[in-house]
């Protein structure tokens, strides 16, 4: 069965860190680029960090540039994104989505399967 299964999330203060993990099953991470995406209250969805299929290139958005990193072990078929330095506007809930599309980018058309999400709330 195909699936995408975010896990990591949770509660943190502000300059804290939090571990998301991407996992998937029903069929082979190599092939796909996968995305972050989160989406805030009132908010629209909006693309956080991806990473490429073909040779690992990653992106990432201006306002996670430098705090998020994002990284694959295709072995354990799961993408990670490590965020640091967290602020209170990253609050949101996050879903991870493969793509097809090399390098895929951060619109959301070009994803073809999505998570359930995983709640992050920065707060103190």
């Known amino acids: 069965q195909l699936q995408l299964v975010e896990s990591g999330g949770g509660l943190v203060q502000p300059g804290g860190s939090l571990r998301l993990s991407c996992a998937a099953s029903g069929f082979t991470l190599d092939y796909y680029s996968i995305g972050w995406f989160r989406q805030a209250p009132g908010k629209e969805r909006e693309g956080v960090s991806c990473i490429s299929s073909s040779d690992g290139s990653t992106y990432y958005a201006d306002s996670v540039k430098g705090r998020f990193t994002i990284s694959r072990d295709n072995a354990r078929n799961t993408v990670y994104l490590q965020m640091n330095s967290l602020k209170p506007e990253d609050t949101g809930v996050y879903y991870c989505?493969?793509?097809?599309?090399?390098?895929?980018?951060?619109?959301?058309?070009?994803?073809?399967?999505w998570g359930q999400g995983t709640q992050v709330t920065v707060s103190s």
């Open positions: 989505a493969r793509s097809l599309v090399v390098p895929p980018g951060l619109r959301p058309r070009r994803y073809d399967y």
